[in-house]
């Protein structure tokens, strides 16, 4: 019988693959856009009720918006942002520590 973070490890490892294919289909519609997980589902401390939490970056807010809505109405994600590439370099990469955070834990999914 497996244990406990042996069936954790392989649902996540599932849930991953459900969204990394999803992510690559979508992001293949927006040419320069990136999707990437951040939350509890990319730390690794998820549980049942976690949400799935997803940043839609492309060169342009314009263009990241319509990637956070492709991604929406292809239900990968509970909660998009939308940022800019720009915008996601300022914040990663600045003093708040969330976003400090969010930029260390993310994992990019539309990429093998």
């Known amino acids: 019988m497996p244990s406990l973070?042996?069936?954790r490890e392989q649902r996540l490892s599932a849930r991953l693959t459900v969204l990394r294919a999803g992510a690559a289909v979508v992001a293949a519609n927006h040419p320069g856009g990136e999707v990437w997980l951040f939350g509890s589902l990319?730390?690794?401390d998820w549980?049942?009720?976690?949400?799935?939490?997803?940043l839609a970056i492309a060169t342009t807010q314009v263009a990241a918006d319509a990637l956070a809505d492709a991604l929406l109405d292809a239900r990968l994600g509970d909660d998009v942002l939308a940022l800019s590439q720009e915008r996601w370099q300022q914040l990663k990469g600045?003093?708040?520590?969330?976003w400090r955070a969010i930029g260390r834990d993310a994992l990019r999914l539309d990429q093998p």
Not at 48 to 54: I, Q
Not at 94 to 98: E, F, I, L, T
Request: charged share 30%.
């Open 42 to 44: 990319a730390r690794g």
């Open 47 to 54: 549980d049942a009720y976690s949400d799935v939490d997803l």
């Open 5 to 7: 973070a042996a069936i």
């Open 94 to 98: 600045g003093d708040d520590p969330y």
